[in-house]
């Protein structure tokens, strides 16, 4: 599909490559003849100097064609404006990059797609998309599953695909996969080591310090987490925020409804004043993350995850450093280089994410969205992907068994969901028109795998 990209920032370069990587024909636009330079031996992407919102530009590309226009850029009227152009020049989908909290309170989640119809028509943008709601909404369904680094659901929650970090005292390393027993209705699809996504069999051994995913049914998933990562006993849902930025200030109000007692510590009293306008009962303290003796007076060590949310990524590394050594059980760290994601995580640090890599993969999502295709989800910046499809009638596994089916690519069948059913298959199960399969797959197999289901 030719797809339009209107914004050559963070957002615009991590989507363009996944964009890419999916064999999409890219075209890049940016006013900055500085970025588009910059750009020109690191994408594979055809590059545009100019204005998104220019149709004689845009006509110069020629419309015709385009399936798609993704408006990225740091301002929301650029993005709204370009995407309405593109909207009457006649292209079927487009996704405005939209920051201002005012349109994000009509939105549902980080998605508008509760927004009126009409006035999405009107406005000419098909998904708004809010980065810092999208990050938040992703953090506060990870913090709540204290022993998870990511959790995903399926088929209205019936199945589940959780991350754990295994330690060298976790019962099952250093044996082959084939001798280990885990509960009925799950399958260990996945297994992250030293940066690489490995797709496990039989011979597969686990190690100390790799990353590992479940998926499977609920109550299946649910145990493994009970037996062997659980610390229940000792999580009081309390949490502390270092940065009250756009997205610290989301994720504290989030965290406010989800019953979490919250504190939020800030230098900038404007960001403070802000955010005490629209919490209830978080404590929001003007102050230095970095100051020992503020954090030990606030008695920062009680809580159960701090979560480092400021724009410079080596303080965020020694704020949550200092917050591990008070005996904080979970950190999370924000990242502006998805490179520093590895190294932060070899050093200590629970979680690391980057809100850019976090909407780009939303909205890889919308991209990737059409028949059969019900839900993607990206894990560890993209490294793997979970996706759940419909079988229908033209789809080519339809009636035929598990056994008899040569998947393109790497990629696993986790689940099968028939009606109200959860099924976790065999070799001899068919697959029946109407079924969701949930797939765990590498991301350079994603659209082969697409292509051919579908």
Known sequence: MKIIVVGAGKVGYSLCERLVQDDHDVYLIDRSQERIHNLENTLDVSLVCGNGSDIQLLNEIDLSDVGMFIAVTDSDEVNMLSCAVAKIAGVPSTVARVRDTNIVDHMDDHIAENMDDTMKARLGV?????????????????????????????????VRLMEFKINSTFPLVNK?????????????????????????????????????????????????????FSNHATFHKRAVIVGAGLLGRNLAILLEKAGFTVKVIEKDIERCEALAAQVDKAIVINGDGTDFDLLEAEEVAD???????????????????????????????????????????QVG????????????????????????????????????????????????????????????????????????????????????????????????SVTKLLNYLT
């Not at 098909?126 to 659901?153: C, G, K, R, W, Y």
């Not at 009606?419 to 028109?433: S, Y």
Request: a negative charge; zero cysteines; charged letters at 25%.
């Open 303 to 345: 809580n159960d995850v701090i979560i480092v949310l400021t724009d410079d990524d080596k303080l965020n590394l020694l704020v949550a450093l200092v917050g591990k050594h008070m005996g904080i059980p979970k950190t999370v760290v924000r990242v502006g280089r998805p490179e520093y994601i590895m190294l932060m995580e």
């Open 176 to 228: 082959p996969l084939k001798e280990l027993t885990f509960p009925e209705g799950v399958l260990l699809v996945g297994i992250l080591r030293l940066g690489e996504m490995i797709i496990p069999h039989g011979e597969s051994i686990l190690l100390p310090n790799d990353s590992v995913f479940f998926l499977g049914l609920k109550d299946g998933i649910n145990e493994v987490e009970q037996e062997w």
């Open 126 to 158: 098909d998904l708004f998309i809010n980065p810092e709601m999208v990050t938040a909404q992703e953090l506060l369904h990870i913090i709540e599953t204290p022993s998870a680094l990511d959790v995903e659901e399926f088929g209205q929650g019936a």
């Open 349 to 444: 640090i629970d979680i690391v994410f980057s809100p850019r890599l976090m909407t780009a993969g939303q909205i890889l999502r919308f991209v990737r969205s059409g028949e059969g295709v019900v839900s993607i989800s990206t894990f560890e910046g993209g490294k793997a992907e979970s996706i759940e499809i419909l079988i229908t009638e033209q789809s080519p596994v339809a009636g035929k068994q598990l056994k008899d089916i040569r998947l393109p690519g790497k990629a696993l069948v986790g689940v099968i969901l028939r009606g109200d059913e959860a099924i976790v298959p065999r070799g001899n199960t068919e697959l029946l028109v109407g079924d969701h399969i949930v797939l765990f797959s590498l991301p350079e």
